[in-house]
Structures are given as structure tokens and as C-alpha cells.
């Protein structure tokens, strides 16, 4: 992981960015505390709850998650059985603590996902479920939504089953730490079969045509002393391994939906013609050309971000993603069914304590496996759930946009007039500068600065994948904006 940690603990700079980072929550109308009888009636949730009579704790199940985490949604735990493999994978049990209809149901319709700002998040659930009660956090009784796949030798999948169960994590794993443990023979069983069956369903994927985009992540993050600093890193393996969990369970929840002719599922096109038309043109110009053939999954995956031309290639690739979107169904299944860049149908299942929709997936696939009736009111809600979700991931992409602009800001506010070197991630030919010209037009582009991390517009003449020097022209915190020129 690289990471520049921000000079501002002392100084007007950390007083500004702490201003403008409070701005953005009331600016952009994001929720505040939660209202008191949402709060009352979750509450009496936790006072009243009852776990359920099926007993799991005997599962020895860990968490995984980046290590500052308290709302842990998802405990793992894996076995060998004969050539093949059992993967039990307890999900919080959200639905216990909500009543439809109610206060704290109206809310979380609101709120539609949790929020994650540098030193400030806006949470899906009360702190008193999402962090506590209702979090898989180790050494506690949990009560769980319980599956289990039994996959064969090549971690394909033979049974799913499902059940509500009270659970018991062991440990409250971090990624770094399980992927030192895998890396030097020391981890569990359990955890060394979660490289072992992701590095299979990765193989899987990769032969039913998905793909992902492996763009480093930029993050802020927040030190011990409450300090923001911009973090860029790439994911460490056993995160995908472990996502490769979640993906099997989505997998299986969106074919139970299907199965059953009700659900709500996380849908996304295939790439048109025209975009992938448009995206061959620009791999080619940027010196590594998509072969007619070649699966858009396995070009992408052959890329070396490392490399700029190619990691703009992969920025590019964002085109071919577009369209994602939730497609709820009653009865009548929908005509759109598949996730493209999965290359299967799939549902959001695995986050109720961060996402809203995970909720009613998960009561919906509990009760089609019993052979139950789904209840009315998770009937009524289905229509209204893709809206919803649309709108909250609207406001978490600008709200965290925003954020790391902000940061970015105060990072350089005091360089203006620098020259940083840096990678162009898109940019304008000669002829779109040309035309851009004619219309009165500035040419630019986003670039990445090599250090600190910062990714940001900046105006001139540059196509994509150019290692350029560019000089810091604007960095307003109040404003979240930072500028740079190419001359």
C-alpha cells in the first residue's frame, strides 16, 4: 500500500479541511442522527430480540474485513469433504431487528446504504445494531443467515442450502493479516482453503467469460490521531479470494430468485457494439490491441496496470460497465437477467448491515428454500427497491468523490504552481483537441500524479497513457477541486 500521510494536525489547513469536510454532509443533505423513534424502536429490538432454536455455533467461523471495521456483515468458514468442499458463510442476521412498515424500516429506505467519509460515517442502521448487536463480532452469539455450499473438486457447486441459525465467530480477521498467514503456512485450515477454492471459482469465472477491473484503489483514510491521508493500493489476493465467496453466494441467491419467480436481482448489460467498437480503437491506440476473439475478461485480466498505456486502458475499460442497475420481479421473470461482468445472473446478498437491498434478498431466498410463502410486506417493498438503490448509490459516488477531492486539496494547497509528474488517464487527440478548439473549448483529461496519490482534471494537450509533467494551477478545499495544466 502506498500512502501519503497529510501534514495537518497543527494549522489552518487541518481547520479548513475539517470545515469542508463537515460542509459535505450538510451540503449534499445526507442524513444526520437518526431519528428517536427509529432509534426507540431498535431498541426494543435488541431488548426483545431472540436468537434462532438451530444452533451453528460449533462452526469455527472468522471475519474478514480491512481491520478498522465493526459492521461485519459476513463470518466464513470452510471444510474439505471427500474430493470437493463445504463452505458455510453466515450473513447478519439484519431482518431480526426491523419491522416493516415501521420507523426504523422508513429510515433505512432513506438512508439506502451506509456512507464512509474521512472521519464521519453515515451509517444504514443504528450503531447499536450495525456496530454491535447485530455484528458478527467474535466471541458473541449472532443470530445468522446461514449457507452452505457443497461445491466439487473443482469448486463448482453440487447443493445450496439455507437457514437461520445462531452463530459464534472465533476472530475478527484483517486481509493483511490472513494474507501473511496464507503466504507463510501458518494460517488454519479453513483459511487455506479459501485460497484453494478462490483460485478455482477465479478459474471459473475466467471460463464463463467475467471479468473486473483491477484499478488501484484511491482511498482516504484516517490515522490514529483523526488526520485524513490518501491511500492508493492494490488488492491484496486473498481479497479476491474472499470475494469470490460472496460472488458464489450472490450467484446462488439470484438462481434461487429465478427458481422460485420472485426476487430482486443486480443486472448489467453486456457491452453494445458501439462501445466495444469505440474501446478496441482506443486499446489499439494506446499501443495493446483487444483481439477479435479474445473475451473482454481475459484482455482485461492480461493487462499490467503497472504499465501507464496499459493501466489507461484499463480506466478506458470503464465504458464497457455501465448500465448496472437492479431488476426487481413478482411472478413474471425479466427479460434481463444476467450481470455481464460476472457472466451470471447475481444478486446483492452478503451487506445488510451496509446495503439495503441484501435485506430482502435474504428474506426472499430463506423463505423459497423452506417453501414458504414470502410475506407481503417484502412483496410490496420489491417494485419500490431499485429506485431506491439507484438514488443512494448516487449520493455515495458524489458524496465520496467529493471527499477525496477534498483531501486532495489540502494535500497540495500550499504547492500551487508546482510541476508533478504524472500518468494522463484519458486525454484528447490532435483532432478532439482541434474540434475542441474550434468550439471554444479547453482539451483535457483526468491524470494520476505518481506521488502523492492524487487523480485529478487537468487542461492541455495530452492523450491517454502520456508520462507528462503538469503544474498544479488550482488546489480550493472549500470548493473540492484541484486543477492542473499540461503545457
Known amino acids: 500500500m502506498v500512502r501519503k500521510l497529510i501534514d495537518l494536525k497543527t494549522g489552518a489547513r487541518q481547520t479548513r479541511l475539517a470545515a469542508a469536510l463537515e460542509s459535505l454532509v450538510s451540503a ?17 429490538a435488541i431488548d426483545t430480540l431472540v436468537l434462532p432454536e438451530h444452533d451453528l455455533t460449533d462452526i469455527e467461523f472468522v471475519t474478514i474485513d480491512p481491520a478498522a471495521s465493526t459492521d461485519l456483515d459476513q463470518a466464513v468458514h470452510l471444510a474439505r469433504e471427500g474430493d470437493g468442499y463445504v463452505v458455510s458463510y453466515a450473513i447478519a442476521d439484519v431482518p431480526a431487528f426491523i419491522t416493516e412498515g415501521g420507523a426504523l424500516d422508513t429510515e433505512t429506505r432513506r438512508r439506502g446504504q451506509t456512507l464512509y ?28 443467515y446461514v449457507w452452505t455450499f457443497r461445491l466439487d473438486a473443482n469448486a463448482l457447486v453440487i447443493d445450496t442450502d439455507l437457514t437461520r441459525a445462531t452463530v459464534c465467530s472465533r476472530q475478527k480477521l484483517d486481509y493483511a493479516g490472513v494474507q501473511a498467514d496464507i503466504d507463510d503456512g501458518s494460517a488454519s485450515e479453513s483459511l487455506a482453503l479459501l485460497k484453494e477454492v ?9 471460463e464463463r467469460g467475467g471479468a473486473s477491473l483491477r484499478i488501484p484503489e484511491q482511498e482516504v483514510e484516517v490515522d490514529d490521531d483523526g488526520v485524513p491521508f490518501l491511500a492508493t493500493r492494490a488488492a491484496l489476493p486473498v481479497e479476491d479470494w474472499n470475494a469470490q465467496i460472496s460472488l458464489l453466494t450472490g450467484m446462488e441467491a439470484a438462481r434461487i430468485m429465478l427458481e422460485g419467480g420472485i426476487g430482486i436481482l443486480r443486472t448489467m448489460p453486456a457491452p453494445d457494439e458501439h462501445g466495444s467498437r469505440a474501446f478496441r480503437r482506443e486499446a489499439a491506440s494506446l499501443g495493446t490491441p483487444w483481439q477479435q476473439g479474445v473475451p473482454y475478461g481475459e484482455f482485461l485480466r492480461s493487462l499490467d496496470v503497472t504499465e501507464p498505456r496499459q493501466l489507461a486502458i484499463m480506466h478506458a475499460a470503464t465504458s464497457l460497465f455501465r448500465g448496472a442497475g437492479y431488476t426487481a420481479f413478482d411472478g413474471e421473470l425479466p427479460a434481463e437477467r444476467s450481470q455481464a461482468a460476472i457472466a451470471a445472473p447475481y444478486a446483492h ?49 458524489t458524496a465520496e468523490r467529493a471527499a477525496i477531492d477534498t483531501v486532495e486539496a489540502a494535500l497540495l494547497s500550499d504547492r500551487i504552481g508546482e510541476t508533478f509528474e504524472a500518468i494522463t488517464l484519458n486525454g484528447t487527440s490532435p483532432e478532439q ?55
Do not use: W
Request: aromatic share 2%; proline share 9%.
Open 28 to 44: 449534499m443533505e445526507l442524513p444526520g442522527q437518526y431519528p428517536p423513534e427509529a432509534l426507540a424502536e431498535a431498541q426494543a
Open 117 to 144: 467519509l474521512p472521519g464521519h460515517r453515515v451509517p444504514l442502521h443504528p450503531e447499536i445494531i450495525s456496530e454491535d448487536a447485530g455484528s458478527l463480532l467474535p466471541g458473541q452469539r449472532r443470530g445468522a
Open 198 to 206: 478462490g483460485l478455482k471459482r477465479i478459474e471459473a469465472e475466467r
Open 349 to 397: 446478498t452478503t451487506a445488510p448491515l451496509r446495503r439495503l437491498v441484501d435485506r430482502f434478498s435474504l428474506v426472499v431466498c430463506e423463505h423459497l428454500v423452506r417453501g414458504v410463502e414470502v410475506p407481503e410486506g417484502i412483496r410490496r417493498a420489491l417494485p419500490l427497491l431499485p429506485e431506491l438503490m439507484q438514488s443512494s448509490n448516487q449520493v455515495a459516488g
Open 433 to 487: 483537441a482541434a474540434k475542441a478548439h474550434e468550439n471554444g473549448d479547453a482539451p483535457g483529461g483526468r491524470l494520476q500524479i505518481l506521488d502523492p496519490a492524487v487523480n485529478a482534471r487537468f487542461l492541455g494537450r495530452a492523450e491517454a497513457g502520456e508520462r507528462v509533467q503538469a503544474e498544479l494551477v488550482q488546489a480550493d478545499i472549500e470548493k473540492h477541486t484541484v486543477l492542473f495544466t499540461i503545457p
